[in-house]
């Protein structure tokens, strides 16, 4: 299974854009790139998919480089409400094997 | 259109015991997901159901074992628990193979003591 790598933490300030950015060098061609984000005692909640190139969605946008090496979550104009685990993790289907890393623990201060 | 569900919110037992969590899935889901997540780590895969059966298996020993239902909702059973056992256990389901989004239950905390 493609390993990911992402920051352990990252800080940012309200009002701010957040890039988070994942590698996956390994990465297989029917490999999907996924992100979901969690709060303390609850499940992870799905933010957004891609392929390649780029999607938007209304919470965040996903940018993928054509090697699909890597991959940047956008969060736009963050807020306290964003301080959560994000975890990137790649998937073939839903019935694929999810391997979920440690995650980036994003920290937004006032 | 209720999310997916879990139960119970919150267990302790005993080292040795039994446990069994009841996960249902997101209505038109039909693939179950089990995930064990201790304390300041990501969630480890267990196994994933669909069409009662077991598809896919992580790297969890014979003590965890699952089911699920006609209805699609499923159990996790847990057998001779250990002290490391304690985590969040999460519930996942997912709309079939064309999709690959995976909704999220609450979560399951068992404490074992």
């Known amino acids: 299974l493609a390993k990911t790598t992402q920051p352990i933490s990252m800080d940012s300030y309200e009002g701010q854009e957040v890039n988070i950015t994942c590698s996956h060098n390994n990465i297989a061609t029917n490999d999907y790139i996924t992100w979901y984000q969690q709060f303390p005692s609850q499940g992870p909640r799905f933010i957004i998919q891609g392929y390649k190139t780029k999607v938007t969605n209304e919470v965040a946008s996903l940018f993928i480089p054509a090697d699909r090496k890597s991959s940047t979550l956008s969060l736009p104009r963050v807020s306290l409400s964003d301080t959560a685990v994000y975890y990137c993790l790649l998937s073939k289907t839903s019935y694929d094997k999810v391997i979920f890393g440690p995650g980036t623990s994003l920290s937004v201060i006032p | 259109d209720a999310g997916v569900t879990q139960s119970p919110t919150h267990l302790i037992k005993t080292r040795g015991q039994q446990v069994t969590l009841r996960c249902s899935p997101k209505?038109?889901?039909?693939?179950v997901s089990w995930y064990q997540q201790a304390l300041g780590q990501g969630p480890q895969f267990i196994f994933q159901y669909y069409e009662e059966e077991e598809r896919q298996r992580g790297n969890f020993p014979d003590r965890f074992s699952g089911h699920q239902f006609p209805n699609y909702s499923s159990e996790l059973n847990v057998n001779a628990l250990l002290l490391g056992d304690s985590a969040l256990y999460l519930c996942?389901?997912?709309?079939?193979?064309?999709?690959?989004?995976?909704?999220f239950g609450p979560g399951t905390r068992l404490t074992v003591t």
């Open positions: 209505s038109g889901h039909d693939t």
């Open positions: 996942a389901s997912s709309p079939g193979l064309a999709r690959y989004e995976q909704y």
